[in-house]
């Protein structure tokens, strides 16, 4: 068995996976704020899921995090997750002092692309694509890679931040200090900012209002959707990988997102033969909604070094995996090829 948790900043989810790939439990609890807090909801995931499940921690074979912020993922530790109100903390240190087994901590946006991969390398598949890019559509906006069946995280951890790629002197200031990056405009936060309403949902809120007709609306809208077939746009040509997979809350959307970005990927691809070789819209693909990639991912990067185990998808397979630490260029943990089991129970 192997537990991964993903600590998002209202909510933790975390999920037990079987070794022959089932997704055995799944829970939600909120999210404390601060650094012992956020250890403490952790602990409480785990210390749930094992009383669910009627497991013992000594027979779990790895529990891996996926959590926002700069993480070291060599030692654990996580730095400036100023949604989870704290700068730093040796996450990895502090849960094994509490459980007493080794943690393994990652980036939420890296543990979902590997969970996002394990769902396009089974056998349900026509093919498995030897690289993938998941692009993460929250309040922010970055990408996890996963290159020749490898999540790649770069020389210094900041692979996939496309998110911060300036493409408009004169846009918004972002964040980051920098000003009119991508994530300006396609996020969670773009839109907030862009398009004011009381409405819970206000990217719901914003497509049906360009619906309706809403020329605003349909302003803000447009501006959104060319930002993100930008950011599959920049995937592709800077790492040319298989398949994007948009995930993330905004990825709720379902099907008007898509229709959208690939809209603007073929109109793109009309006006330019050499974007039309690339076949852009044809690369892009939606998470199914409800299949939780960093409880999931989170879980595969906890698998020990050299052990060979089951990764979980969505109730339709399993999967056989080990994984390789490092700090430097080229530092990696091997993602699964599916094989099929039984239906999950959740």
Same mark, same amino acid.
């Given at each position: 068995?192997?537990?991964?948790?993903?600590?998002?900043?209202?909510?933790?989810?975390?999920?037990?996976?079987?070794?022959?790939?089932?997704?055995?439990?799944?829970?939600?609890?909120?999210?404390?704020?601060?650094?012992?807090?956020?250890?403490?909801?952790?602990?409480?995931?785990?210390?749930?899921?094992?009383?669910?499940?009627?497991?013992?921690?000594?027979?779990?074979?790895?529990?891996?995090?996926?959590?926002?912020?700069?993480?070291?993922?060599?030692?654990?530790?996580?730095?400036?997750?100023?949604?989870?109100?704290?700068?730093?903390?040796?996450?990895?240190?502090?849960?094994?002092?509490?459980?007493?087994?080794?943690?393994?901590?990652?980036?939420?946006?890296?543990?979902?692309?590997?969970?996002?991969?394990?769902?396009?390398?089974?056998?349900?598949?026509?093919?498995?694509?030897?690289?993938?890019?998941?692009?993460?559509?929250?309040?922010?906006?970055?990408?996890?890679?996963?290159?020749?069946?490898?999540?790649?995280?770069?020389?210094?951890?900041?692979?996939?931040?496309?998110?911060?790629?300036?493409?408009?002197?004169?846009?918004?200031?972002?964040?980051?200090?920098?000003?009119?990056?991508?994530?300006?405009?396609? !996020? =969670?936060? $773009?839109? #907030?900012?862009?398009?004011? @309403? &009381?409405?819970?949902?206000?990217?719901?809120?914003?497509?049906?209002? %360009?619906?309706?007709?809403?020329?605003?609306?349909?302003?803000?809208?447009?501006?959104?959707?060319?930002?993100?077939?930008?950011?599959?746009?920049?995937?592709?040509?800077?790492?040319?990988?298989?398949?994007?997979?948009?995930?993330?809350?905004?990825?709720?959307?379902?099907?008007?997102?898509?229709?959208?970005?690939?809209?603007?990927?073929?109109?793109?691809?009309?006006?330019?033969?050499?974007?039309?070789?690339?076949?852009?819209?044809?690369?892009?693909?939606?998470?199914?909604?409800?299949?939780?990639?960093?409880?999931?991912?989170?879980?595969?990067?906890?698998?020990?070094?050299?052990?060979?185990?089951?990764?979980?998808? !969505? =109730?339709? $397979?399993? #999967?056989?995996?080990?994984? @390789? &630490?490092?700090?430097?260029?080229?530092?990696?943990?091997?993602?699964? %090829?599916?094989?099929?089991?039984?239906?999950?129970?959740?």
């Amino acid at each position: 068995m192997r537990i991964g948790i993903d600590i998002g900043g209202t909510k933790t989810d975390a999920v037990v996976i079987s070794d022959d790939g089932r997704l055995i439990e799944r829970i939600r609890l909120a999210t404390g704020f601060g650094a012992d807090a956020v250890v403490d909801s952790a602990a409480d995931a785990i210390r749930q899921l094992l009383e669910r499940t009627g497991l013992r921690l000594d027979v779990v074979r790895s529990v891996g995090i996926g959590i926002p912020g700069t993480v070291d993922s060599a030692s654990g530790h996580v730095s400036h997750a100023v949604n989870l109100g704290f700068d730093t903390l040796d996450l990895g240190d502090a849960l094994e002092d509490r459980l007493g087994v080794r943690v393994r901590v990652e980036n939420d946006v890296k543990a979902a692309a590997l969970g996002a991969y394990s769902l396009l390398a089974g056998p349900e598949s026509e093919t498995s694509p030897a690289s993938m890019a998941y692009l993460n559509l929250g309040t922010g906006l970055a990408a996890g890679l996963v290159l020749n069946g490898e999540l790649w995280r770069g020389s210094w951890g900041a692979a996939g931040e496309i998110g911060h790629i300036p493409v408009d002197p004169s846009g918004a200031l972002c964040p980051c200090g920098q000003r009119g990056c991508l994530e300006t405009v396609a !996020s =969670g936060s $773009g839109i #907030a900012r862009q398009w004011q @309403t &009381t409405d819970a949902k206000p990217a719901q809120s914003l497509f049906a209002a %360009a619906d309706a007709g809403d020329p605003y609306a349909a302003d803000v809208r447009s501006r959104f959707v060319d930002g993100i077939a930008s950011a599959v746009r920049i995937l592709v040509l800077t790492v040319d990988v298989d398949t994007v997979v948009i995930g993330g809350g905004l990825s709720n959307l379902g099907s008007p997102l898509l229709d959208a970005v690939t809209a603007v990927l073929t109109e793109w691809a009309e006006s330019s033969p050499f974007i039309a070789s690339l076949d852009l819209a044809r690369r892009v693909e939606l998470l199914p909604e409800g299949f939780p990639a960093a409880a999931v991912g989170a879980a595969l990067v906890g698998v020990v070094p050299g052990a060979s185990a089951g990764g979980a998808t !969505s =109730g339709t $397979g399993a #999967a056989t995996t080990s994984t @390789t &630490t490092g700090t430097g260029t080229g530092s990696t943990d091997a993602t699964p %090829a599916l094989v099929p089991t039984s239906e999950s129970s959740m």
